[in-house]
């Protein structure tokens, strides 16, 4: 059976986790591909409002299976606290929650050398969540780092001696001020990797293979956003991983032809947390009703996102980079009221108008060309059929199709997993 992928096509929080959640009954496995704890995925149902960091978003429905990739670096420390979180939903994880032996382990050293190397960038720090998860994927590819399978082995306590030390040798490197005590924080460490160790690590790749020889439906679920890709984001104000469609193949083992579907998911306007380029944003009280209505604040962090218009330039590369099949827009219920709305649909750059991402897409560079729309008064988030909706978001709406050939088949007006509109 074909795999299907789901990511986010903008700078990440578009929605992700709860439509992972709403399409979990059509799939037997979701598997997480990249990221770490740096993610935050929100679900609500049935009165419940949970926020995952790296367990996949299927997590509650008992009949799936949820795997982390090998592409995903795991924090055993957040992990531990993530199954605690859950303990009062009754879930039982040792059939349905799998971890990939070579998934890499974020150290406690890898979170204090994120921190190190932020605080000596000064102003140019990139804005992490400091969850250590670009120290831990420059282990990964520097082939020092230390992998879930080697907690099985009985010298992986060595491997791991020698990393802190070389990791503490490096935070006295940065020369900047960060207090810590490692004593205390290897307790936590050891202590939780010993509570992971009653989950099931598999080799992934071997069981996705089969699982797809079994005729399983597989849905590969994204973390961060297109445009925090490693390589094709807004670099290096981006993430340490592939969070594009490619990610998928290498974060799973999943060959490229074995892909079906990749639903591309925006939010119907753009936000963004931390620092980098946003040539869309808004620093006037139309940004502030976004961020006000739409309750944009991240979601591991608690920081305010950055809010701002609908970028097409960039969705429309995102689209490109990802080839993405269906797209699903979410939060439409959070532009509501407004008169006027406006999507860029191109950028000035160098004196010339522009259709695609330039290489610098600092404010400086860069002004982006506005269409407007008329706005809709309704409330729209009790709609529950696509035809009811007010014309002038269906016109939103074929705008962006057409602009992106791509149909968009989910609409998403709330937060609960009922509040979705299926085209
Ligand atoms: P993710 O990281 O992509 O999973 O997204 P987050 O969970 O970080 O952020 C999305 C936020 O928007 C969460 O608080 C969701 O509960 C919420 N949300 C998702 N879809 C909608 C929607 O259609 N309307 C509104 N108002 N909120 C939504
Ligand atoms: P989900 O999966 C939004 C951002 C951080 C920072 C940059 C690098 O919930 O969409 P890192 O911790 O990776 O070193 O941070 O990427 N970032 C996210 N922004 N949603 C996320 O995940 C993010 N994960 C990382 O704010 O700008
Ligand atoms: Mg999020």
């Given at each position: 059976m074909a795999v299907d992928l789901l990511l986010g096509l903008q700078w990440g929080d578009e929605g992700k986790g709860k439509i992972v959640d709403y399409l979990t009954k059509n799939y037997n496995i979701i598997a997480r591909f990249q990221g770490g704890p740096n993610a935050g995925h929100t679900l609500e149902f049935d009165g419940i409002k949970h926020v995952l960091h790296?367990?996949?978003?299927?997590?509650?429905?008992?009949?799936a299976v949820n795997v982390v990739g090998n592409g995903v670096v795991i924090d055993p420390v957040i992990f531990q606290k993530e199954l605690n979180a859950l303990a009062k939903f009754n879930l039982d994880f040792k059939e349905t929650l799998l971890i990939s032996r070579k998934a890499h382990i974020i150290l406690p050293t890898h979170r204090l050398l994120d921190a190190a190397s932020e605080t000596s960038k000064g102003k140019a720090k990139i804005g992490s969540t400091l969850k250590g998860i670009g120290p831990t994927y420059m282990d990964k590819t520097g082939r020092n780092g230390i992998r879930?399978?080697?907690?099985?082995?009985?010298n992986w306590k060595e491997k791991y001696r020698q990393l802190a030390n070389k990791h503490q040798a490096l935070i006295e490197f940065y020369n900047v001020d960060v207090q810590y005590n490692l004593k205390e924080l290897e307790h936590e460490f050891f202590e939780a990797i010993e509570s992971i160790k009653s989950l099931q690590f598999i080799d992934s790749e071997e069981y996705l293979h089969q699982a797809q020889i079994d005729n399983k439906t597989i849905l590969a679920e994204g973390a961060q956003g297109s445009l925090l890709d490693i390589d094709f984001g807004t670099y290096p104000f981006v993430t340490s991983s592939n969070t594009t469609a490619a990610g998928a193949c290498t974060g799973?083992?999943?060959?490229?032809?074995?892909?079906k579907n990749v639903f591309g998911i925006f939010k119907a306007y753009t936000t963004r947390v931390g620092s980098g380029p946003f040539p869309t944003e808004l620093f006037d009280e139309d940004g502030a009703r976004m961020a006000k209505v739409g309750n944009e604040?991240?979601?591991?962090?608690g920081r305010p996102r950055r809010c701002g218009w609908l970028d097409l330039v960039a969705l429309k590369y995102a689209v490109q980079v990802n080839g993405v099949t269906e797209l699903m827009m979410m939060k439409g219920d959070v532009l509501s009221g407004f008169k006027t709305l406006k999507v860029c649909v191109a950028y000035k750059y160098k004196g010339e108008e522009i259709q695609h991402l330039p290489y610098n897409i600092e404010a400086e560079n860069l002004e982006p060309v506005y269409k407007e729309f008329k706005g809709w008064k309704e409330d729209i988030s009790k709609h529950s059929d696509f035809d009811s909706l007010p014309q002038t978001l269906k016109d939103y709406i074929k705008f962006i199709e057409d602009e992106l050939?791509?149909?968009?088949?989910i609409v998403s007006v709330g937060p609960d997993r009922k509040e979705t509109i299926l085209r």
């Open positions: 790296t367990i996949p978003s299927g997590i509650f429905h008992k009949e879930i399978g080697d907690l099985e082995f009985d799973l083992g999943i060959a490229p032809n074995k892909i604040f991240g979601a591991t962090t050939h791509v149909p968009i088949k």
